[in-house]
């Protein structure tokens, strides 16, 4: 079955950056959409990012706002989200998932998830 390893996750200041990576097993990596969403203690789970299959294209949240920069390697079936200019409302788990339809700001859209990896932002 298909599975998804978030790691990179870590504690880093204000203004800081992380990357985070996603490993994912399973054939045909490259005909799913990947996407990032986070979920901070008492919050929705929120959506982060997505990218199309071919990686050309994403979709982002606005709070991204050119600061995040979301990647994949489809021969590695792999997704990178590099996280620049970390602010304090940022902390939360990171999570990675796939989804077999179109692009989603929408959780229920995804069908596999990882397990999350955490990042915190120290001030």
């Known amino acids: 079955q298909v599975q998804l390893v978030e790691s990179g996750g870590g504690l880093v200041q204000a203004g800081g950056s992380l990357r985070l990576s996603c490993a994912a097993s399973?054939?045909?990596?490259?005909?799913?959409?990947m996407g990032w969403f986070r979920q901070a203690p008492g919050k929705e789970r929120e959506f982060v990012a997505a990218i199309k299959r071919s990686g050309v294209g994403t979709y982002d949240a606005d709070f991204v706002k050119g600061r995040f920069i979301f990647s994949r390697d489809n021969a590695k079936s792999t997704v990178d989200l590099k996280m620049n200019s970390l602010k304090p409302e940022d902390p939360a788990v990171y999570y990675c998932?796939?989804?077999?339809?179109?692009?989603?700001?929408?959780?229920?859209?995804?069908?596999?998830w990882g397990q999350g990896t955490q990042v915190t932002v120290s001030s």
């Open positions: 998932t796939r989804g077999s339809g179109s692009i989603s700001y929408q959780a229920l859209r995804y069908d596999y």
């Open positions: 399973g054939r045909s990596f490259s005909i799913y959409v």
